[in-house]
Each structure stands twice: as C-alpha cells, then as structure tokens.
C-alpha cells in the first residue's frame, strides 16, 4: 500500500495510541506516536481479561509487544513529553523539545491524573484556579499568577503566562524543578498549606508561614493529559472526559481522542477497538482531504 499525502500525530503510547498506530500506518498514512513515561498499564502486575493470551500477561510485557509491533510496521515513536496543543490552519502538537504539525491527532493519554489534594483548591477552580493557561491567561492580563508542578508541562504553561501575566511564580509544593526554570520566572519550592480568599482567590500560604498574592493558579501537575490538551484547542469536555461521537471526532476538525480519556469503561479492549476507530477515521479525513 502506497504513502498517503498526509500525517498523523498520536499523543501517547498505550493501548490505544498504539492500536490507532497499527491501523494509522496500515492505511499508508505517515504515523507519528508521541509518548514518556510509564502508564498506569505499566503497573499492572496479571492481566487475565484480554484475547489472545492463554496465561496471564503482564502490563509492561502488554506495552513492549506493542510498541515493537507498531515500530516493525512503520510507524514512528518519539519518546518525548507533550505539553501543548494548538489549532490554526493545522493541528500542532508541543513537546519538550520540539513541535509536529498534524493534519489529524489522536489524543490517547488515558484518564486525566487526580488533582493534589490542597485546602482550597476545589473550592477555587473556576475562581482563580484553572488547569488551562491558552483558556485563561487574558483573565489575569497584568496581574500575579502562579504554576502549581515541577516538570516541562509546568514550564510550559508558565511561559504562556510570562507575556500576558504582571508576575509568574512556579510552585513545586516541596518537590524539585525537573526542568530548567528560566529568571523571569519566580520558584517557591516550600509546601502549600491552602489556597484562600474571599469570593475568588487572592492568595497562596505556604507551610512555612510565608504566603504569596495571586489572581490566579494553573495546575499543571505531572504531564499534560489528553484533557488538558484538548481544552486548549477549544474540545468539548464533559467532567473528566473528551466528548467524541461514534468515530471518536471531538469537536475540532481533525481532532480525535480514545481509550480512558474518553469516559467509560476503564478496560484495554475498550482502548484498543477506540484507537482503532479514531485511527480509521482519521485515514479517512486525509484521504478525502486528497481527492
């Protein structure tokens, strides 16, 4: 089967990232998969519930056959941490290193990631905490604004802040700055005690007594999940999940989600039959984009 004009992005690299690889490159489309760090699969220890294995698998072993199979077909595995995503006349993927323009993406990072358990919060978001700079950044437009985590996705957002915001400060809450933070960003690596304020937030105490002002806190704990990049290119999300149609379309042309982040039945099988509708579909986008 001959290369199809046309390139897909995949944002993570677990059952349905690479489900929706092997029918992506199948198709003749150019594949990319984008993926760091182990996933909640890796931790599995007995899975006994999926076809095809007559003993049990591990979820690590489960990982590595996949990614060898989708590599031994063509495609192409960055490892490598997404921490944006923009839609102009192309879908754009950001990483830590680097940016891959896409004429689809697939967003397969599994279920978003818990928030940290913080007094206030909760309480605030919607009130001066969000988990979206790109959404929210204008509303803070020359004030003080803080970054809660400590990794690229943190930095990432940050930076988004630093033209807009009057002053931006990262906050690790007592764990070390995994990225390199530049001057014009403030870090308090003391522990948060609470967020508080009156009807929206106003400030940051810290476990050692010191607090800070701010109009404003972006959560970036952790990796950036397919939630949180699909809020920056305007998806429609409903509580925790992406929501996508029968073909595993958001909202956005071109963009397509599967697997844990889409809501649902937390299972592989479900992931993977997902992966490969959005894959599909996708396929299908590029090639009618041809004719």
């Avoid at 998969?33 to 690590?60: Q, S």
């Avoid at 928030?115 to 909760?122: H, M, S, T, V």
């Avoid at 009807?199 to 397919?226: C, H, M, N, P, Y």
């Amino acid at each position: 089967m001959g290369e199809i004009a046309g390139n897909v992005v995949i944002i993570g690299t677990g059952p349905a990232g690479i489900s929706a690889a092997l029918y992506s490159v199948r198709s003749g489309i150019e594949t990319t998969v984008i993926g760091k760090g182990p996933g909640a699969l890796e931790k599995a220890e007995k899975i006994e519930n999926y076809y095809g294995f007559p003993e049990p698998v591990t979820g690590r072993q489960l990982i590595e056959n996949g990614m060898a199979q989708a590599k031994r077909l063509g495609a192409k595995i960055v490892a490598d941490e997404a921490v944006g995503l923009e839609y102009a006349d192309k879908l754009t993927v950001k990483t830590a290193t680097g940016e891959y323009a896409a004429d689809c993406v697939i967003l397969a990072t599994g279920s978003p990631r818990r928030a940290p358990n913080i007094k206030g919060l909760a309480e605030y978001e919607g009130k001066g905490v969000s988990y979206c700079a790109v959404c929210d950044a204008f509303f803070h437009k020359g004030k003080d604004v803080a970054v809660l985590g400590n990794g690229e996705y943190a930095l990432a957002e940050a930076q988004m802040l630093l033209p807009v915001a009057g002053h931006v400060t990262l906050m690790t809450n007592g764990a070390e700055p995994m990225a390199k933070i530049p001057p014009e960003i403030t870090v308090i690596a003391a522990e948060i005690e609470e967020f508080a304020g009156d009807q929206t937030l106003e400030r940051i105490i810290f476990k050692d007594g010191t607090e800070i002002s701010a109009s404003g806190v972006f959560v970036a704990v952790g990796v950036a999940g397919s939630v949180e990049l699909a809020r920056k290119t305007g998806a429609e999300i409903d509580g925790a999940a992406i929501v996508v149609d029968g073909h595993m379309a958001t909202n956005v042309p071109g963009l397509y989600a599967a697997g844990d982040c889409t809501g649902g039945m937390l299972q592989i099988a479900k992931a993977v039959y997902q992966g490969a509708v959005a894959a599909t579909e996708a396929a299908r986008r590029i090639r009618q984009k041809n004719m």
